[in-house]
């Protein structure tokens, strides 16, 4: 594994990054890195640990997604981790800061890696009732100058890693003891998704409120927080006692102005990214939610920006990065509503950084809606457009889902890969059977894809820029989830399905991929001769292929969506083919390669396709032959979802003229297209 270099904290990160999705898929090589750590030099273990907090944020997801191996990811950490305790293998500096890590990544930390600073060692196995001045401890741990909620991000990073008995005293005394800068980073702590942080600062503005230190203002925000919490009512009390005591007071900051509202769509994991562009005075910001199924407000945060060009910069950038809707502010209210009613349902809790975003997006007494489906397509459809719709005019609109994978790039993500579903997978033995299992697990999961769909219906009902009937297409078809329609009655699901049997096997296709990496500086390819006319042909003799239909597959490969190894293609172009001659297959293999360096410097050229115009009919259809063969036969090269109605008319046509002449149709416009086509994949790169 190679090391950041730049010593840039953004270069770290992106480091971590790469190596944190392989990583979270094998514990062991895990252990492994940790290791490392007591021996290693402080900035490798700070990389490191960086990289660790992101494995472990994947590995959270992956649990989250459902995916395949994912909870025996945690328990083998688990197992790993008692038996390095027990040997003493781990020293107090990496288990603080393997606690840490689970905490950036929203995981309690493992009992076994908690310890007590050494000022409270001998308080970690007793019940404390009180310790001094914890809050001036507290204000010692984070810099001067921090946001309340950067002081608690840096405080639950050092509570966090302590024992829960410690932590659960320590912060209830922290917030208890009135500081008003412990208080207002207390507020946080009550939406923090480690559960006995929640607790124990509930129990601080218990203590808090006892005392007679709860003003109106922060009296306000318990009220609302109280509605976001699943256990909300052990906010009563609190509630109850600071009412009795009639609050005055308190700091009521000025309101934000909200001057555009953008949003993803629901990929396939159900998460999708709210944006807010904020101003106060002259303070501006970007204010920002993620919404995901089952979880509720997943994540939130705010972004300041230090004037109004670096505000339009980011929303550049944001809108650069993924497919962004323009919605009216009125869209937040009932969106953010059904989340927290989902998140509610499911037991999750808000995100700590919502209680900035919510007042930012001017919803900051927003209360939670458990309905769910009903709730979302009231809100899409305040006037009863649906109800009057005919038979026919619904069916027309569920047929139009055909075109969504075309229309939307976030379809991209639409397909499902859990655990359950891959495993019976492995054991389809035909292709019909895998199809059969796809289209029995999408229907057993319709309540989900009902909910994602009108989700995207709400939002396109409140894009101005979006077709009139394209919220329309989605609410019915979410409705018509709901009223038990067969899954293959809705096109969608075509692709939907297609696009699962495409990951699953790419899947499978990477875990047999044994292909070595080179990883030699001195290493050179050795020269290869160049190709004598009439060479390939001679080579191929008795075999089904011709160089004609090489240069198609070659064609289609290099301009294809997604990257296809030489392993990946060369198998299905080589498979079965028997020639005669001693080194005939290895110069087969050397010509290859100088045909398709050929051919991808034409690509890089923009002349791709320039000679195809000129072949005879027989060496046409050969062309088309090939370059079909490659687009059905190399899993994962060409997916349904990347492509557009036009581009599957293309394909259609070179199929159809790999068996039948289409030269008059086919050829003007073939060359174009292909340019075309390698251009817009090649700015994708």
Known sequence: MDRPTTGDPEGTLLWADRWAASFSHDPEAVLELVDTLSDAEMEHTDDCLTLMSRILDEARMNHENEEPGANEFFQTLAAGWVERTKRGELDAETCFGLCQAYLRAGLTPPNRLRMAPDALEGHAGDEITELPDVAGLAEALVPDGSTPFETYTGLREVVGAMPAQVTASFLAQMIGQGDQRMIAAGRY??????????????????????????????????????NWLPDGKALDTTIETALRREPSGGNVPQPWQLHRVMTSLPDGTGSQSIMGVCSRGSTRAVAAAMIKEGHGIKDAYV???????????IVERIEQAMTMHDVSPSYLAPAIGVALGDGLTRGSVAAPGFLDV??????????????????????ADPDGELAAL????????IGKSRDWFSEHDISSSWFVSDATLMAALEAASTAARAKKIVAGHLGERRDRWARFFARSALILRHDSSARPDAWKSFAVVAQALEAGREIKKIPVFEDILEQTLEVAAARAMGELDDEPEWDNEDYEPLEIEAERPGELAKLLKGSPLNPDQIDGYLTAVLIAPEFASPNEWLTPLMEGIEVKGHGSI?????????????????????????????????????????????????KGAWPKRALSRDDKQVLNLIRRAAVEDLSPTLKPLLPSWLRMTAEKWREDL
């Not at 203590?207 to 925000?221: F, G, K, N, P």
């Not at 007042?359 to 009231?378: K, R």
């Open 586 to 634: 290895q110069r087969i293999l050397d010509i290859l390669m100088l045909r398709y360096d050929a051919l991808n410097e034409a690509v890089i050229l923009g002349e791709i396709g320039g000679r195809v115009r000129d072949l005879p009919p027989v060496r046409f259809r050969a062309w088309t032959e090939g370059f079909a063969q490659a687009v059905d036969g190399i």
């Open 358 to 379: 919510a007042p930012m997006f001017g919803i900051g007494d927003v209360a939670p809606q458990t309905e769910g489906l009903a709730a979302l397509l009231a809100a």
């Open 189 to 226: 702590f009550l939406l923090d998704p480690v559960a006995e942080m929640r607790d124990a600062a509930i129990a601080g503005f218990g203590l808090l409120a006892e005392s007679a230190h709860v003003d109106a203002a922060l009296l306000s925000d318990l009220i609302l927080i109280r």
């Open 303 to 313: 972004i300041p920006c230090s004037s109004r060009a670096d505000q339009k910069s």
């Open 390 to 397: 005919s038979d026919a005019r619904r069916g027309r609109l």
